[in-house]
């Protein structure tokens, strides 16, 4: 008994933050498909296309040192007639093409296609740098949880006197990916984009001490 009156009272609440911020980077992924009589030729020719596919996205704005094969298939496509006879072989290149400056997003994609690619298969808007706008967020979700707090402890006629404990959830947000449905082109000027923005979103969970 002399335990329960020693412990503090306590209330428990939780708090959600938010932080909306306009992407600065795009992540275009370029596929490539090629067909061969042989595995041998069609990977040639992917290689080829990929080659000149690299370098016009580069000229055009997209990164060199993020420039990545996101994912490579290369197999035999076999006669609808006789399932045992392979017709041909089809190698499909699934290239990462990340564009720092937004506004070169639409160029690079044109050069993409001008230099060989089949289609842009999507394109991801995110945030180069998270920290700030996570730090942000957190620390709208802590004031959020504070006003619950007190508006509890007015109801309750209680003071809150301090902090037992606090956590944080990482603060997370979903890329915004699109298949082009975001995109205008005309022959006169080209693919544009108009990303929607990201919001970034904290939870935290506080414990006060009241009296």
């Known amino acids: 008994a002399a335990h329960a009156e020693d412990a503090p009272r306590t209330l428990s609440v939780s708090g959600t933050g ?7 980077t795009a992540t275009l992924y370029v596929v490539i498909e090629s067909r061969g009589a042989t ?12 080659s000149l596919v ?4 580069i000229a055009a704005g997209a990164s060199d040192k993020e ?5 490579y298939t290369l197999r035999p496509e076999y006669d609808p007639k006789d399932p045992r006879k392979i017709k ?6 699934s290239m990462k093409v990340v564009v720092k400056d937004l506004s070169r ?3 690079v994609s044109d050069a993409a296609v001008a230099a060989g690619a089949d289609r842009i298969g999507s394109v991801v808007f995110s945030l180069e740098n998270e ?7 957190i620390r709208n979700a802590a004031l ?16 809150i006197t301090g902090v037992i404990s606090a956590t944080a959830s990482a603060a997370y947000t979903t890329p915004y990916r699109t298949v082009l449905r975001n995109a205008d082109a005309t022959a006169e000027t080209g693919t544009a984009f108009t990303p929607e923005k990201q919001e970034l979103t904290a939870n935290v969970s506080i414990v006060y001490e009241i009296a």
């Open 18 to 24: 938010s932080v909306t911020v306009a992407a600065d």
């Open 39 to 50: 595995a041998a030729e069609a990977a040639r020719a992917n290689a080829d296309t990929a």
């Open 54 to 57: 690299r370098n016009a996205v």
């Open 67 to 71: 420039f990545a094969t996101a994912n």
């Open 88 to 93: 041909a072989y089809s190698a499909q290149n």
């Open 105 to 107: 997003a639409g160029a």
């Open 131 to 137: 920290e700030p706008y996570r730090a942000q967020a």
């Open 144 to 159: 959020s949880a504070r006003k619950e707090a007190d508006l509890i402890a007015a109801g309750l006629g209680c003071t």
